[in-house]
C-alpha cells in the first residue's frame, strides 16, 4: 500500500530559513520540492561534496559541492515584515469579482 503524498504550503520560489539542524539560521529559495519524501531543496542551505563522474572532455569530473534536499518540517516561510511565520489561508475577491484562495502570514495578515 502506497503512503499518502502530503500537501505543501511551501512553493517553488518561495524565500525560506532553516529553523533546526546544523544550517539553522539559514535562509534561501526553494529550488525544488520533494513531495514523495516531505523535502525541498534550499539554495545554499545543506551543502554536500559529490564525486562526479567525467562524461565527456568538455565536462569537468571531481569533487563538486552541492544542496541536498532537507526536511519540510524544518524550514519556515518568510514574510517580507515579521520574518520567519507560519502560513495561513484568506478568500480574497480578485479584480473580476471571483474568490480566490490567497496564502497569508499568520503574523501580520499579510499576503505572501
Known amino acids: 500500500m502506497a503512503e499518502a ?14 529553523i533546526t539542524g546544523k544550517d539553522k539560521g539559514k535562509r534561501g529559495r526553494i529550488l525544488k520540492i520533494l513531495r514523495d519524501k516531505d523535502r525541498v531543496v534550499v539554495e545554499g542551505v545543506n551543502i554536500v561534496k559529490k564525486a562526479k563522474k567525467r562524461r565527456n572532455q568538455q565536462d569537468r569530473g571531481g569533487i563538486v559541492e552541492l544542496e541536498a534536499a532537507i526536511h519540510s518540517s524544518n524550514v519556515m516561510v518568510v514574510c517580507k515584515k515579521c520574518g520567519p511565520t ?3 489561508y484568506k478568500l480574497e475577491q480578485n479584480p473580476e469579482g471571483k474568490l480566490v484562495k490567497a496564502r497569508v502570514c499568520k503574523k501580520c495578515g499579510e499576503v505572501l
Not at 8 to 17: A, G, I, N, S
Open 5 to 18: 503524498v502530503h500537501k505543501f504550503k511551501l512553493r517553488v520560489e518561495d524565500t525560506v530559513q532553516v
Open 86 to 88: 507560519r502560513i495561513g
